[in-house]
């Protein structure tokens, strides 16, 4: 039964490729939905897939692309809704 993960990450995460890889990862792992910069500097994403999954998907966040310094992340499960149909980068907000 798949499942949605919503990830908030804070630290030096914009400008160092986190989106990019992000984007790597999740396709990699066969997971869609999206990553955004935020305003505030830190980058938020949705996505949905197997459980086990997105655990590896969570577990890669915490520390990101090597350029990146994650110093907090924000996580929830939900359930998944079936909306997307890949995993991209969209606009910040």
């Given at each position: 039964?798949?499942?949605?993960?919503?990830?908030?990450?804070?630290?030096?995460?914009?400008?160092?490729?986190?989106?990019?890889?992000?984007?790597?990862?999740?396709?990699?792992?066969?997971?869609?939905?999206?990553?955004?910069?935020?305003?505030?500097?830190?980058?938020?994403?949705?996505?949905?897939?197997?459980?086990?999954?997105?655990?590896?998907?969570?577990?890669?966040?915490?520390?990101?692309p090597?350029?990146a310094?994650?110093?907090?992340?924000?996580?929830?499960?939900?359930?998944?809704?079936?909306?997307?149909?890949?995993?991209?980068?969209?606009?910040?907000?």
């Open positions: 039964m798949k499942k949605r993960l919503r990830v908030i990450v804070s630290g030096r995460v914009q400008g160092v490729f986190f989106r990019a890889h992000t984007e790597e990862k999740a396709r990699a792992l066969g997971l869609s939905g999206w990553v955004r910069n935020s305003a505030d500097g830190r980058v938020e994403t949705i996505a949905e897939g197997e459980p086990a999954l997105l655990q590896t998907f969570l577990e890669w966040c915490h520390h990101g090597p350029a310094k994650v110093t907090h992340i924000e996580s929830r499960w939900e359930t998944a809704t079936g909306e997307f149909q890949s995993f991209q980068i969209t606009p910040t907000v």
